[in-house]
Nanobody, 124 residues
Framework: QVQLQESGGGLVQAGGSLRLSCTAS????????MGWFRQAPGKEREIVAA????????YYADSVKGRFTISRDNAKNTVYLQMSSLKTEDTAVYYC?????????????????WGQGTQVTVSS
């Protein structure tokens, strides 16, 4: 069993920055792809970024490209999402998830363990 815990969410003004962390308290994520997703009120959950197990292959949604950076520290069993130049439309609950394999994936069905989510609210 794998338990993922996100942290680092909060309230920030537009243009500000936050760093989200996702740590596996049970199990491991070091040999697996990881992804960050978000769900805004009234919208479906969408992928934000994903990273290969080795960290050398990364995907970003167009909406966050150039503003968000995903990274990982396998020794700490932790994945990060650095968010900069935040916009009000980035307001959502952010989830991390572990992929079923090593490469990164874009569809939610390819992730088998999910965190509970952390709220990010960007005010104007």
């Amino acid at each position: 069993q794998v338990q993922l815990q996100e942290s680092g969410g909060g309230l920030v003004q537009a243009g500000g920055s936050l760093r989200l962390s996702c740590t596996a308290s049970e199990g491991t994520v070091s040999s697996y792809a990881m992804g960050w997703f978000r769900q805004a009120p009234g919208k479906e959950r969408e992928i934000v970024a994903a990273i290969r197990w080795s960290g050398d292959s990364i995907y970003y949604a167009d909406s966050v490209k150039g503003r968000f950076t995903i990274s990982r520290d396998n020794a700490k069993n932790t994945v990060y999402l650095q968010m900069s130049s935040l916009k009000t439309e980035d307001t959502a609950v952010y989830y991390c998830a572990r992929g079923r394999g090593r490469y990164y994936y874009l569809t939610q069905s390819n992730y088998d363990y999910w965190g509970q989510g952390t709220q990010v609210t960007v005010s104007s």
